[in-house]
């Protein structure tokens, strides 16, 4: 995969990254290519599955999802049958952007968006503490985003 991503190939990713729908010719000129030779990286790479698919981006903040708290959970149950129940669950949840499994005191970070703290609390009584397996919870409620971008490579 890393021969994959060479200096000409991370130009590309990032540019594809601002912009998806940038068309071959355009995005040839801006890496320095024409297009046949940029086509066919983008075709390599989608093919080694180092470009996954292309999607639109909303604003959330557009789409009045202001609120943006981290919940830790702690699992009474850490068998990966319990884990896989809980992973299930949890992709179902429209509300959460992000879920990760960590390491440390807790067994799962998970990222809520949602319009406010009321509308926070109904996502986490009737959807996140209903997960199975779930033990305990503890939330964080972003004041402010720093930094939140698409990574980009370098």
């Given at each position: 995969m890393s021969d994959?991503?060479?200096?000409?190939?991370?130009?590309?990713?990032?540019?594809?990254?601002?912009n998806a729908r940038i068309p071959m010719s355009e995005?040839?000129?801006?890496?320095?290519l024409?297009?046949?030779?940029?086509?066919?990286?983008?075709?390599?790479?989608?093919?080694?599955?180092?470009?996954?698919?292309?999607r639109a981006m909303l604003s959330p903040m557009k789409l009045g999802l202001t609120h943006v708290t981290y919940v830790e959970v702690k699992m009474s149950d850490t068998r990966q049958s319990a884990l896989d129940k809980f992973n299930a669950g949890v992709r179902n949840i429209p509300e959460v952007e992000e879920c990760y499994m960590i390491a440390g005191g807790y067994d799962y970070l998970i990222k809520v968006r949602s319009r406010d703290m009321v509308h926070f609390r109904q996502i986490m009584a009737e959807k996140i503490s209903a997960l199975p397996g779930l033990h305990a919870t503890s939330s964080f409620v972003s004041m402010e985003a720093v930094v939140e971008h698409n990574w980009t490579p370098t």
């Open positions: 994959l991503l060479d200096p000409i190939n991370r130009k590309i990713l990032a540019e594809l990254l601002a995005l040839a000129a801006r890496v320095g024409s297009k046949t030779p940029v086509t066919q990286r983008v075709r390599q790479m989608e093919e080694a599955g180092l470009i996954t698919g292309y």
